[in-house]
């Protein structure tokens, strides 16, 4: 069975910092890409970050460059985010995507973030 599974989301103040996780199964994971998007409420899903497969190349939206890092640890088939300096507009629901062309696309089923000013 195909899974992706974040966790590592939580209530935390401004200025706080969280790491999510995105743990795969069923798939080979060194494969895929990996995204981390989010919708916060009202608001259409957004790409914040990923991490390419082979070279671990990196892409970040302007909104969380600076802030947050994206890493990942094939051997444990796990994907993270690291966020730091968070702000009420980051929170969301996080989700994590993992993409290999037309062979597949993957989905968890989030994990919230909840920012206090």
């Known amino acids: 069975e195909i899974q992706l599974v974040e966790s590592g989301g939580d209530l935390v103040q401004a200025g706080g910092s969280l790491r999510l996780s995105c743990a795969a199964s069923g798939f080979s994971f060194d494969d895929y890409a990996i995204g981390w998007f989010r919708q916060a409420p009202g608001k259409e899903r957004e790409e914040i970050s990923c991490i390419s497969s082979s070279d671990g190349l990196t892409y970040y939206a302007d909104s969380v460059k600076g802030r947050f890092t994206i890493s990942r640890d094939d051997a444990k088939n796990t994907v993270y985010l690291q966020m730091n300096d968070l702000k009420p507009e980051d929170t969301a629901v996080y989700y994590c995507?993992?993409?290999?062309?037309?062979?597949?696309?993957?989905w968890g089923q989030g994990t919230l973030v909840a920012v206090s000013s």
């Open positions: 995507n993992a993409a290999l062309g037309l062979v597949g696309d993957y």
